[in-house]
Nanobody
């Protein structure tokens, strides 16, 4: 189970941190990621972090967003700085791993992030 928190309303240029707490999985074995979906738009990958700590970001958020993980707390974070109205979306947490050729893939319910003055 993945449970996101920390979404809300923030002004342009502001910061927000969203969190995703995992349970029922061996968190350290999973690549964790954040996707987002804005109204009328397709879902897009925002960032992910492998079990080894390697990170990947969408071009639109590079330099502004930082993904991190705490394996002891089974939690992944997305620190969002210099937020823009275009960042408004539902942010969803994802956990994925491959074991013996089988994919294990889980999603959270999402948390709304609204950037507006």
């Amino acid at each position: 189970q993945l449970v996101e928190s920390g979404g809300g309303l923030v002004q342009p240029g502001g910061s927000l941190r969203v969190s995703c707490a995992a349970s029922g999985i061996i968190f350290s074995m999973y690549t964790m990621g954040w996707d987002r979906q804005a109204p009328g738009k397709e879902r897009e990958l925002v960032a992910n972090i492998t079990r080894y700590g390697s990170t990947n970001y969408a071009d639109s958020v590079k330099g502004r967003f930082t993904i991190s993980r705490d394996n002891d707390k089974s939690t992944v974070y997305l620190q969002m700085n210099s937020l823009k109205p275009a960042d408004t979306a539902v942010y969803s947490c994802n956990a994925v791993t491959w074991i013996a050729g089988k994919v294990y893939d889980y999603w959270g319910q999402g948390t709304q992030v609204t950037v507006s003055s």
